[in-house]
């Protein structure tokens, strides 16, 4: 896997939206949290306009992810936010200039459809981490105050050499396992919705020998239910050497009977699609749409632990 440089103090760092929009004061306030920490913000486009449901339309999103690998100025690209959207401009993306210029690049939700493309077609590492637009700090009164957890975690991973090592929740929340035995391999995944979204084409997700990382926010159950059926007749959890289950925001079972009853709850939908594989399983892992939020290196190397309910990040993200 191709390794970008650490960002130093200074650096020049894009700031895009290949998904939904911003408003401008959110905008405003990203910027300010990106100086913060200690990087130059270099605001594109996209980060200013409005199409419908969509920042921009589907080539001037392409253009602005293009452009910020492109230049040489810029050092590293930070999302603004999610939304819906990357899945439509990943015809549109320039793979080859993209890996040729390997930069460090930040975001989750639907930043996960670049995340696999970028992980699997350009062989380049990418961090599943907070985006300027996100709650990782917030702005008051003109001053940026970050939450201690996540401010570190994205440092350590964007800034230094250094392997994470050992994971530990916020609030030092313990891990959760299912099933037994431990496993090793490159960690991919990230939103269970895009995940799902991309299967049948050519930029699925490839879990082969991998650990796979799974989160979601705002699906009731029996949608849960539904995508991790669909990526188990993909053979995804077959393939896969073992699953890291992060947080599952605001997945709630309906209020109402769905088609004659009450969703099941979400242990048990777990228990009938992933633990029939006898995968390690990791959960309560507090990645995802949630904070504080852990950075992680997607492409590195992932040890997990079931029986002592381990994960541990084995190398950096960077080189």
């Known amino acids: 896997m191709i390794k970008p440089k650490p960002l130093k103090t200074g650096d020049k760092v894009a700031v895009i939206a290949p998904s939904s929009a911003s408003?401008?004061?959110?905008?405003?306030?990203?910027?300010?949290?990106?100086?913060?920490?200690?990087?130059?913000?270099?605001?594109?486009?996209?980060?200013?306009?409005?199409?419908?449901?969509?920042?921009?339309?589907?080539e001037e999103r392409?253009?602005?992810?293009?452009?910020?690998?492109?230049?040489?100025?810029?050092k590293g690209i930070i999302c603004l936010r999610g939304g819906y959207g990357t899945i439509r401009i990943l015809d549109l993306l320039d793979y080859q200039i993209i890996a040729s210029n390997p930069k460090v690049f930040v975001g989750f939700s639907d930043i996960t459809a670049l995340h696999t493309v970028f992980n699997q077609i350009c062989k380049m590492v990418t961090f599943h981490g907070p985006m300027a637009a996100t709650n990782f700090a917030r702005?008051?009164?003109?001053?940026?105050?970050?939450d201690n957890y996540s401010f570190e975690n994205l440092v350590k991973n964007i800034f230094t050499k250094e392997p994470m090592g050992l994971h530990s929740n916020p609030n030092k929340e313990a891990l959760k396992s299912l099933?037994?035995?431990?496993?090793?391999?490159q960690l991919a995944g990230g939103n269970l919705t895009l995940l799902t979204a991309t299967l049948g084409s050519k930029y699925e997700i490839d879990t082969r020998g991998k650990i796979l990382f799974i989160e979601e926010?705002?699906?009731?159950?029996y949608k849960l239910d539904r995508m991790l059926t669909s990526l188990a007749l993909a053979g995804k959890f077959h393939d896969c050497a073992g699953i890291i289950l992060g947080t599952f925001v605001k997945c709630e079972r309906e209020k109402k009977a769905y088609e004659g009853g009450l969703d099941l709850p979400l242990e048990e939908v777990v228990d009938n699609t992933l633990v029939k594989y006898k995968k390690p399983i990791i959960y309560n892992f507090k990645a995802g749409h949630n904070f504080p939020q852990p950075t992680m290196a997607l492409g590195t190397k992932v040890r997990i632990d079931a029986d002592m309910k381990e994960v541990e990040f084995l190398e950096s993200g960077t080189s």
């Open 139 to 146: 702005v008051k009164n003109d001053k940026v105050e970050f």
């Open 23 to 58: 408003d401008l004061k959110s905008v405003k306030n990203a910027e300010k949290k990106i100086r913060a920490l200690g990087l130059t913000p270099v605001m594109f486009p996209t980060c200013y306009t409005n199409y419908g449901h969509l920042s921009a339309t589907d």
């Open 62 to 74: 392409a253009d602005d992810v293009n452009d910020a690998f492109k230049d040489e100025t810029i």
């Open 217 to 221: 926010i705002g699906e009731p159950v």
């Open 179 to 185: 099933n037994t035995g431990k496993a090793q391999g």
